[in-house]
């Protein structure tokens, strides 16, 4: 069974610009997380889709936003982009919502490294 | 101050050696604990996962534990290999917050042959 699946995987934007990120899930998974990931902050969670709706948001500006499609596929997009915006950007997807609980396995990409200039 | 503290922030050891990561949390209501491994630009890959009632759980040469009362967890790695050199992340959620997963800053790993 193919992985997580992520593109770009390393992208470079000047300030100001906006970026799209693109997540395929494992097949079969319906929820989908994004995570930012820097050396200062670690891991941070952003917001989670399930069977194409918003289920979860972390505590990011509404520059950060996302989607998911009818075929679990996720896409995060940041617009008007800061220097702060560098970083590991992750994806992570789980069989049922609410990886967070309960022993859902959360399977996670190899991330889009994002720097921005 | 971040709800899961990790220690040490970083460790080297010979290879064959054992050794022992620390994670304390004050996440509650706790729901579960997570370790991953992070290999240099990949994703994490998880190893352990572990809920209220139990204490311990292993995974090859890694053993987690879990003491619920003082929220505290360790992961233990058996007779280390050169492959063993990665950050381990030990992430927490709550129970009732909808993915409420707190990660900790993770221990930065270097196994020297």
Redesign the interface.
């Known amino acids: 069974k193919a992985g997580?699946t992520q593109t770009p995987r390393y992208l470079i934007k000047t300030r100001g610009q906006q970026v799209t990120l693109s997540c395929s899930p494992i097949s079969g998974h319906r929820s989908v997380?994004w995570y930012q990931q820097t050396p200062g902050q670690?891991?941070?969670?952003l917001f989670?889709y399930f069977s194409e709706t918003q289920?979860?948001k972390g505590n990011f500006p509404g520059r950060f936003s996302g989607r998911q499609f009818s075929n679990s596929r996720s896409e995060m997009n940041v617009s008007t982009l800061e220097l702060g915006d560098s970083a590991l950007y992750?994806c992570?997807s789980s069989l049922e919502?609410?990886?967070?609980?309960?022993?859902y396995?959360?399977?996670?990409?190899?991330?889009t490294?994002l720097t921005v200039t | 101050k971040n709800q899961v503290e990790q220690s040490p922030q970083s460790l080297i050891i010979l290879e064959g050696k054992n050794c022992t990561l620390q994670c304390n949390y004050t996440v509650s209501p706790f729901s579960n604990l997570r370790w991953y491994k992070q290999d240099t630009g990949r994703g994490p890959v998880s190893l352990t996962i572990m809920t209220f009632s139990e204490n311990t759980k292993s995974n090859g040469r890694y053993t987690a534990t879990l003491d619920a009362d003082t929220k505290q967890s360790s992961l233990h790695i058996t007779a280390s290999q050169l492959s063993d050199s990665a950050s381990y992340i030990c992430v927490v959620s709550a129970l009732y917050n909808n993915n409420d997963m707190r990660f900790g800053a993770g221990t930065r790993l270097t196994v020297k042959p």
Not at chain 1, 42 to 45: D, R, S
Not at chain 1, 97 to 103: F, V
Not at chain 1, 105 to 111: A, M, R, T
């Open positions: 997580v997380s670690g891991l941070q969670f989670e289920r979860n992750l992570a919502s609410l990886p967070g609980q309960g022993e396995e959360q399977y996670f990409g190899p991330g490294r």
